[in-house]
């Protein structure tokens, strides 16, 4: 069986299990566990992947929507267009269990609500899945002194924000492709993607549509492709998010006592989230922890770049991920 898949065949070498950590009235919150099939009995190494999507979920009526299918935003959690094909040579040989939490979603959430879920799953992670992955296979345990962080994009925004919630040691390594670290700034004439961003008018016409109390955890793209950057365009953001100094990695990281060995992979020419507030972060992360790592690679690439790309094909990755197995396994 070849590990070099596609979307398609993603998850093919995997047994996928669906179940939640959360439940907030009827609306229960999804959370997915990748087991490899060739998984040998005994304790096993943690991969916790949080999806990418801009933060926002639903669908937006526009013309614009197949053409930005890639633009990360919307999203859940098991959408297999966005697992990057390298994780799963990756996960197999080190015989890691997976697994992918949904979350709430903006505007019909805040950015307070959203780090509550993420806590919420850290904490049905420590004392639930244990329970959960002994009813599907009691010969597996799982290695809680071994556990890597990942998220893409907005994924990125939830993996760093686990570490700056959690105590330490809780993880032991973080990587992350092209993070959300701020609320940064976007015009209403740039071309992410090379799309025009949709009209001021498409936005009010999609916010004034929000029934309130409606609990949105997972979109499946192209479905509201555009929404995080109409926000951010029109400067509507923060009026839905929040604006407090502990909702963005980039400034809560000013108060952490501690953090973790990071790994970065940020493609040079992305044009949804640009690489300089990757680069900024990693400078400032750098003098608060001069004694944990910070690795970023910026490789050519626009948003997404990265999700074909294999060890076989790169340098860079193999270097990248030979890294993080040593501080995520050590």
Not at 5 to 33: M, P, Q, W
Not at 49 to 61: C, N, Q, R
Not at 83 to 96: E, Q
Not at 246 to 261: G, K
Request: aromatic share 12%; net charge negative.
């Amino acid at each position: 069986m070849s590990l070099r898949t596609t979307a398609a065949t993603r998850f093919d070498s995997f047994n996928l299990y669906r179940t939640s950590y959360k439940k907030i009235g009827d609306h229960e919150i999804e959370v997915n566990v990748l087991v490899p099939k060739d998984l040998t009995p005994g304790k096993h190494p943690m991969f916790v992947k949080w999806h990418g999507g801009g933060l926002v979920s639903t669908t937006l009526p526009s013309e614009h929507l197949a053409a930005y299918t890639r633009h990360q935003t919307a999203g859940t959690a098991a959408y297999p267009d966005w697992f990057s094909g390298f994780l799963v040579p990756f996960l197999h040989r080190n015989n890691a269990i997976a697994i992918l939490p949904n979350y709430r979603l903006t505007p019909e959430h805040t950015g307070d609500e959203i780090i509550e879920d993420v806590a919420d799953f850290w904490s049905w992670f420590r004392c639930s899945l244990p329970t959960y992955i002994a009813s599907k296979d009691p010969s597996v345990s799982l290695d809680f002194s071994k556990v890597l962080v990942h998220g893409e994009s907005a994924g990125g925004w939830c993996a760093l924000q686990s570490i700056l919630i959690l105590p330490q040691h809780a993880i032991k390594a973080c990587l992350v492709q092209y993070p959300v670290l701020c609320a940064f700034p976007t015009s209403p004439d740039e071309t992410p993607m090379g799309e025009a961003i949709p009209s001021k008018k498409e936005l009010a016409e999609f916010l004034a549509g929000i029934v309130p109390g409606t609990v949105v955890s997972s979109s499946i793209p192209p479905a509201r492709c555009w929404l995080a950057t109409m926000l951010r365009a029109y400067r509507r953001w923060g009026e839905f998010f929040g604006t407090e100094k502990h909702l963005m990695p980039d400034t809560r990281i000013e108060d952490a006592e501690f953090f973790v060995p990071t790994y970065i992979i940020h493609g040079e020419d992305d044009s949804v989230v640009p690489v300089k507030w990757s680069h900024e972060f990693v400078e400032k992360a750098r003098k608060k922890f001069p004694d944990t790592r910070f690795e970023l690679v910026t490789p050519r690439g626009d948003h997404g770049f990265d999700g074909a790309v294999y060890e076989e094909d790169a340098v860079w990755l193999e270097e990248v991920l030979r890294g993080v197995e040593k501080d995520w396994l050590a």
